[in-house]
């Protein structure tokens, strides 16, 4: 049935009114919703702020969650409107007032989603290539380092189904827990003994795979933020990976020069006929009596801290 003049003239100017008034709750909801994100959630969003890398973590869910909530309400705002405008009560046999489509709020939509789209590509390949604070493994060979002087170098050595530390500018000391200084950068050199495992500490914003023979090396910079973070195997290594866990903390510099001092003299006896640091971690490969590391080792060479 073709509508009449008159009706046309009517749909239209419920239309517009429709749509600001859609507009402007959209828009009210939206400025809520932002200033929650970003000043209520926004600062207890994961991975927190412990490290460099965390933190940038955290920015980054920041932004896209920043992005998503006004796509998010202009959806469930339309939505809510056409359910409570539209919809056919028990009684009603006819037909709904036949639709057309808007061309200038199509245009606005595609236009506003690809360029939030090609805004986030960019903003992702820039973060990506930003290695300050990723936090991930780099490999052996790492593309970019810190600019800091001193690092403190942790060995993180894993094993069905643990993890154990060396500290090579502590005499190469090792120890079952991981306390780190704040307000420190740390270089994490992260291997395996036996299969793939992947060292996860979660509220550092640090995650590396352990791999035989690999030294894959992250880096990030404690805060002064003290307190415990998890450390978590995340790569499924065998019947107890869901036990290979443990936590570590971040304690004032002063704390934790007195400990590692402290464990440094404890095991010094025993360190001594070690190599402080070995980018590789290798049982002899005859299996048998020997050093724990081969005097030739084919996979990487001792470091001197
Ligand atoms: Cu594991």
Same mark, same amino acid.
């Given at each position: 049935m073709a509508m009449t003049e008159e009706a046309m003239r009517e749909r239209k100017e419920y239309a517009k009114k429709?749509?600001?008034?859609?507009?402007?709750?959209?828009?009210?909801?939206?400025?809520?919703?932002?200033?929650l994100v970003l000043y209520v959630w926004g600062p207890h969003m994961p991975p927190g702020d412990?490290?460099?890398?965390?933190?940038?973590? !955290? #920015?980054?869910?920041?932004?896209? /969650?920043?992005?998503?909530? +006004?796509?998010?309400?202009?959806?469930?705002?339309?939505?809510?409107?056409?359910?409570?405008?539209?919809?056919?009560?028990?009684t009603d046999r006819g037909d709904g007032i036949p639709l057309r489509g808007?061309?200038?709020v199509q245009g606005i939509w595609y236009v506003t989603s690809a360029a939030l789209v090609l805004f986030l590509a960019g903003f992702g390949t820039y973060e990506l290539i930003n290695g300050n604070g990723v936090g991930s493994g780099e490999g052996p060979s790492p593309i970019w380092k810190p600019t800091a002087k001193h690092m403190l170098v942790v060995q993180v050595i894993a094993q069905q189904w643990r993890f154990t530390?060396?500290?090579? !500018? #502590?005499?190469?000391?090792?120890? /079952?827990?991981?306390?780190? +200084?704040?307000?420190?950068?740390?270089?994490?050199?992260?291997?395996s003994l036996d299969v793939i495992h992947d060292f996860w500490a979660y509220q550092l914003g640090v995650k590396a795979d352990a791999n035989p023979d690999v030294n894959n090396v992250a880096y990030t910079t404690t805060?002064?933020?003290?307190g415990r973070f998890t450390v978590?195997?995340?790569?499924?290594?065998?019947?107890?990976?869901?036990?290979?866990?443990?936590?570590?903390?971040?304690?004032?510099?002063?704390?934790?020069?007195?400990?590692?001092?402290?464990?440094?003299?404890q095991?010094?006896?025993?360190?001594?006929?070690?190599?402080?640091?070995?980018t590789t971690y290798t049982p002899s490969y005859s299996g048998a009596g020997g050093g724990y590391y081969p005097s030739y080792d084919p996979n990487g060479h001792a470091v001197t801290y």
């Open positions: 429709a749509g600001w008034k859609i507009f402007a709750i959209w828009l009210v909801l939206s400025l809520i919703g932002e200033v412990m490290t460099t890398s965390a933190a940038s973590q !955290q #920015f980054d869910f920041k932004v896209l /969650t920043a992005m998503v909530v +006004p796509v998010l309400l202009m959806v469930w705002v339309y939505g809510a409107w056409s359910l409570i405008n539209f919809h056919a009560t028990k808007n061309r200038r530390y060396r500290w090579p !500018q #502590f005499g190469g000391m090792e120890t /079952t827990s991981i306390d780190l +200084p704040a307000d420190t950068t740390i270089q994490f050199d992260v291997t805060s002064n933020q003290l978590r195997c995340d790569e499924l290594c065998g019947i107890w990976h869901g036990a290979m866990y443990n936590y570590g903390h971040v304690v004032s510099k002063s704390a934790f020069y007195t400990w590692a001092s402290n464990m440094e003299a095991n010094a006896s025993v360190t001594k006929l070690l190599p402080p640091f070995a």
